[in-house]
Nanobody
Framework: QVQLVESGGGLVQAGGSLRLSCAASGRTFAVLAMGWFRQAPGKEREFVAA????????YYEDSVKGRFIASRDNAKNTVSLQMNSLKPEDTAVYYCAAGSIPLHSTYYYYTSRYAYWGQGTQVTVSS
C-alpha cells in the first residue's frame, strides 16, 4: 500500500504561482511513477503532469506545458508540481497519484494506470 498526502493548494490571482507537494509513504517510492491530475466541478478527472520513476522524464498536458513543472525527490519520498502563470481555467481539485508504469510509455496519461491516489487539494485561481 502507498499513502499519498497532497498539500499546497489555495486561492491565487490569475498570473500567480502555487507549489503543490505530495508526500508518499508505504511501498518503495522510487519504483513508482507519479502523476498529477485535476478535476473541476462537473468535469472528468484529467491528466496534468507525470514524472517517471527513475530517469526523471516528465510529461505534461498541452495546456500546462511551459507553465507547470513536475519534480520528485526520491530521498524524501515527495513529488511536487510548481504551477506558474496560473489561469482561472486551472481551478480544480488537484490529485497526486502513484502507479507502476513502464518507462517511456503512453500510460502516464491514464487514470486507470495509477493504483494509489491522494485525497486532493483545492486550487482556485481568481480572475
Amino acid at each position: 500500500q502507498v499513502q499519498l498526502v497532497e498539500s499546497g493548494g489555495g486561492l491565487v490571482q490569475a498570473g500567480g504561482s502555487l507549489r503543490l507537494s505530495c508526500a508518499a509513504s508505504g511501498r518503495t517510492f522510487a519504483v513508482l511513477a507519479m502523476g498529477w491530475f485535476r478535476q473541476a466541478p462537473g468535469k472528468e478527472r484529467e491528466f496534468v503532469a507525470a514524472i517517471s520513476r527513475s530517469d526523471g522524464s516528465t510529461y505534461y498536458e498541452d495546456s500546462v506545458k511551459g507553465r507547470f513543472i513536475a519534480s520528485r525527490d526520491n530521498a524524501k519520498n515527495t513529488v511536487s508540481l510548481q504551477m506558474n502563470s496560473l489561469k482561472p481555467e486551472d481551478t480544480a481539485v488537484y490529485y497526486c497519484a502513484a502507479g507502476s508504469i513502464p518507462l517511456h510509455s503512453t500510460y502516464y496519461y491514464y487514470t486507470s494506470r495509477y493504483a494509489y491516489w491522494g485525497q486532493g487539494t483545492q486550487v482556485t485561481v481568481s480572475s
